[in-house]
């Protein structure tokens, strides 16, 4: 149904797109850094989920609704960048207590389980990507036009899985090495906070792009 050909073409703009640093590459290395490897890899995980939702809706036709009617780009833009600011508001004020984070209990894999969600899923560069580009794949001739679309979306999200756990082994891996000094963990768990808030920052102020 869908050509190597095609596939090989989407993949790559796919990569281009997921190394390009957005709020999912630095939620992944904030939540990496503010409380570790698991949180982040849960992070990961669940953001894939919520851009697997994503392509979802795209396939089923919503995704032309959010990038074609400026006030729900906007209301889906304010969502995650709020939930972004309110995230990292919540690692700075814990960044003292980083230390007790590193065996997170497991509720804490649910919480970052369902963080990872939000963000993927009111994530604009995602958002647009699969409204606007995912669609230009699509050959209509060849039929069941929701599955190929759906066959894209999850050749997307499997690229992102990868790339951005590996985002998350590699600064969860430098936020141990620090975590040798309470004083040094602190700022790192500090520099996460302070990241998310600047990511919340900047998907507020990003614009739509016609």
Same mark, same amino acid.
């Given at each position: 149904?869908?050509?190597? =050909?095609?596939?090989?073409?989407?993949? +790559? /703009?796919?990569?281009?797109?997921? #190394?390009?640093?957005?709020?999912?590459?630095?939620?992944?290395? &904030? !939540?990496?850094?503010?409380? =570790? !490897?698991?949180?982040?890899? %849960?992070?990961?995980?669940?953001?894939?989920?919520?851009?697997? *939702?994503?392509?979802?809706?795209?396939?089923? &036709?919503?995704?032309?609704?959010?990038?074609?009617?400026?006030?729900?780009?906007?209301?889906? $833009?304010?969502?995650?960048?709020?939930?972004?600011?309110?995230?990292?508001?919540?690692?700075?004020?814990?960044? !003292?207590?980083?230390?007790?984070?590193? =065996?997170?209990?497991?509720?804490?894999? &649910?919480?970052? #389980?369902?963080?990872?969600?939000?963000?993927?899923?009111?994530?604009? $560069?995602?958002?647009?990507?699969?409204? +606007?580009?995912?669609?230009?794949?699509?050959?209509?001739?060849?039929?069941?036009?929701?599955?190929?679309? /759906?066959?894209?979306?999850?050749?997307?999200?499997?690229?992102?899985?990868?790339?951005?756990?590996?985002?998350?082994?590699? +600064?969860? %891996?430098?936020?141990?090495?620090?975590?040798?000094?309470?004083?040094? #963990?602190?700022?790192?768990?500090? *520099?996460?906070?302070?990241?998310?808030? =600047?990511?919340?920052? *900047?998907?507020?102020?990003?614009?739509? $792009?016609?």
């Amino acid at each position: 149904m869908i050509s190597l =050909g095609q596939l090989l073409a989407f993949s +790559a /703009m796919a990569v281009a797109i997921i #190394l390009v640093p957005g709020p999912t590459i630095l939620f992944v290395v &904030g !939540r990496a850094l503010a409380q =570790g !490897r698991r949180a982040a890899l %849960t992070s990961v995980v669940g953001n894939t989920l919520g851009a697997l *939702t994503l392509s979802t809706a795209v396939a089923l &036709g919503v995704g032309s609704v959010v990038a074609r009617s400026a006030p729900v780009f906007v209301a889906v $833009k304010l969502v995650g960048a709020a939930y972004l600011i309110y995230l990292g508001v919540q690692a700075f004020r814990h960044r !003292r207590s980083l230390r007790e984070a590193l =065996g997170a209990p497991v509720e804490r894999r &649910g919480r970052a #389980l369902r963080q990872g969600f939000v963000v993927g899923l009111t994530n604009p $560069k995602t958002t647009v990507f699969f409204a +606007a580009v995912l669609p230009q794949f699509v050959v209509p001739e060849q039929g069941r036009v929701p599955v190929q679309m /759906m066959v894209f979306g999850l050749v997307f999200c499997a690229i992102a899985l990868l790339c951005d756990s590996m985002w998350g082994v590699a +600064a969860g %891996t430098a936020r141990e090495w620090f975590a040798r000094s309470p004083r040094r #963990l602190s700022a790192v768990g500090g *520099t996460g906070g302070m990241m998310m808030i =600047g990511l919340g920052v *900047t998907v507020a102020a990003t614009g739509r $792009k016609d």
